[in-house]
Nanobody, 125 residues
Framework: QVQLVEFGGGLVQAGGSLRLSCVAS????????MGWFRQAPGMDREFVAAIRWGDTITRYADSVKGRFTISRDDAKNTVYLQMNSLKPEDTAVYYCAAAPPWSRPGTAPTEYDSWGQGTQITVSS
């Protein structure tokens, strides 16, 4: 498994922006697909965005498409989630996730085998 540490959570007003970072260690990062998920109180963990290793193809949940951008810097073992035009419904704990090496993970949490500790994002109206 890989160890993941997230940075960048906090409180922001609706319409504002935040950037999350997730630093990985313990596995060759450039061979790992990465994802972001979120979980609001009383809700299941839901997919937000993912980025593949190698070709860096991305995919997004419909609810964040056009507002959030996932990217990666393999030299820094870091994946980012830039969040713009934030809405109160984006309020949740956000988790970084890593898939097994060489895999092409999708939107299901079960496709990822390592998770960060989570960081709270609160969007006020």
């Amino acid at each position: 498994q890989v160890q993941l540490v997230e940075f960048g959570g906090g409180l922001v007003q609706a319409g504002g922006s935040l950037r999350l970072s997730c630093v990985a260690s313990g596995r060759t990062f450039s061979m790992i697909g990465m994802g972001w998920f979120r979980q609001a109180p009383g809700m299941d963990r839901e997919f937000v965005a993912a980025i593949r290793w190698g070709d860096t193809i991305t995919r997004y949940a419909d609810s964040v498409k056009g507002r959030f951008t996932i990217s990666r810097d393999d030299a820094k073992n870091t994946v980012y989630l830039q969040m713009n035009s934030l809405k109160p419904e984006d309020t949740a704990v956000y988790y970084c996730a890593a898939a097994p090496p060489w895999s092409r993970p999708g939107t299901a949490p079960t496709e990822y085998d390592s998770w960060g500790q989570g960081t709270q994002i609160t969007v006020s109206s």
